[in-house]
């Protein structure tokens, strides 16, 4: 049985498809065969690239063979809102975070690892009954999965706020949180981005495992990037300490 990890943010436009495919891109340099499931895709048209297809696109590359790399949608519907809304007014099937797990559980037994991709933050809604990412996950985790959920954050102002209820929210749900990944560390960071190196770690309980880079997404040799970019924990060299203590505030003023 493959490992599980649900990927959130803790909003939107943070960098949760880039940081899903770095994982997947680590994975498979790595030697391990992955699988990435977008459970709720909105946004976009019937022929349209989705989420699922930027990963593939990004960490492909990485894949020693095709079969080494699995992509996956479940649902899909057109306006750009939250996959419950989404799905209420376009008339198509909600998603059930019961389906989401059964799926998972599938890809899992095919797969090292299982990258599960959701839409914008925790709590997002799916369906009627206002069941979210963390429902997906606690479904998956009731079929005996070893489900986690990776935490994408922004690096700037307010990410400490939303980052401290996000690993709030998961563990009254007893959700593990392995750690955080910063999704676009900013060419020129400033103040706040640097001071939230030592901070967001301290607010969500959980090791920063990954900074990548602003403008990832265009890189010439992604797979590369991303190795350099994660943590061990995500099958990267990347070290946190030296990070922080390269981009860091440092000490604090006296």
Do not use: I
Not at 107 to 112: F, G, M, N, P, V
Not at 217 to 243: E, K, S, V
């Amino acid at each position: 049985m493959g490992r599980v990890l649900f990927v959130t943010g803790t909003g939107t436009e943070v960098g949760k498809t880039v940081t899903t495919a770095a994982v997947a891109a680590s994975a498979l340099r790595a030697g391990l065969r992955v699988a990435v499931l977008k459970p709720g895709q909105t946004g976009v048209g019937p022929d349209e690239p989705g989420d699922a297809e930027e990963v593939g696109r990004l960490a492909g590359p990485a894949a020693p063979a095709p079969d080494r790399l699995t992509l996956r949608e479940l649902a899909r519907y057109p306006e750009p809102l939250a996959p419950d809304t989404a799905a209420r007014r376009s008339g198509l099937p909600y998603l059930a975070a019961e389906d989401v797990a059964k799926e998972v559980a599938g890809l899992a037994e095919r797969h090292d690892l299982v990258l599960v991709e959701g839409a914008g933050g925790l709590l997002v809604r799916y369906d009627e009954q206002g069941r979210t990412l963390a429902d997906q996950a606690r479904a998956a985790r009731e079929l005996g999965l070893p489900a986690e959920v990776l935490l994408v954050a922004s690096a700037g102002l307010g990410t400490l706020n939303t980052t401290a209820l996000t690993a709030e929210a998961l563990a009254a749900r007893e959700l593990p949180l392995p750690g955080v990944v910063v999704g676009a560390w900013p060419d020129s960071p400033g103040l706040a981005d640097r001071c939230n190196l030592a901070d967001l770690p301290r607010v969500a309980g959980a090791p920063l495992l990954g900074a990548l880079p602003e403008h990832a997404g265009r890189a010439g040799d992604f797979p590369a990037l991303a190795a350099a970019a994660l943590a061990p924990a995500l099958h990267g060299h990347w070290d946190a300490a030296a990070f922080t203590a390269l981009h860091g505030a440092g000490q604090a003023l006296r």
